[in-house]
């Protein structure tokens, strides 16, 4: 009968945090740990908030993260509202922004208050006019407080009841529009549906547990979670194992370790 079924990548995730729902789902180097049930809750919030503002499915949702573990909340809400997720990389500046945005028709965004000395809120407000389509704008307070009456993702978990009703959504509707590194040439951006992504994730569930990987384990990825493809099917599929992630992010050789050694 051939891998292809109705199933989509959120009938793969709900399955995973009502059987998970105590395990630790992710980890970051800021202290922050939840578990499947956790981020499943946070996340039920978020996608009713954002039903809320007139997210519908196919809509675009921007996310433009640090390697926090408060992404996982964002994604997993896209899943549930049936919003299609472009994961942009936390370097882009505001013409980068734009460009990308309008290139998708991005309804939301989604980023920080402020990392590493870049002020996110701003940069998001300063373009906001240059974008039409943009109507929703979210943020994570982890490292600042924010400076306008934006709302946070932390405030819309506090005070949002969880997603009511399941989004109808189908198995062959776009779900994420991700892209090669381009390290040879121009790098090539690809819609996956919602069922590219589960049969992504249940061949990526069968590697590692051919390699080894059980269920429980910890896997620490250094891929970002930018547009670049290759993080996200990995992800995935350890999720779908039923593994905890700690999303470190690529680069900075001492940094992993310490993770490591933590």
Known sequence: K?????DTIRDVWERQARANADKEYVADDQGCRMTYGEVDDAASRLAAWLVSQGIKPGDVVTLQFPNWAEFTIAYVACFKTGA???SLARNFNG???????NLVESRAYIGPTSFHGVDYEQQILDIAGDIPTLKVIALVDKKAPKQTDLPTVAEIVATTEPLAEKVPVESDQVACLLSTSGTTGKPIVAGYTREDLDVWSECIARLVQMAGVVPGDIAQMAFGYGMFTGGFGLHYGLQRLGCAMIPAGSG???RHIQMIED
């Not at 013409?95 to 945005?101: G, R, S």
Request: glycine share 6%.
């Open 2 to 6: 051939g891998y292809w079924t109705h």
């Open 84 to 86: 299609v997720i472009q």
């Open 95 to 101: 013409a980068d922004l734009t460009y990308a945005m």
């Open 252 to 254: 900075n050789t001492e």
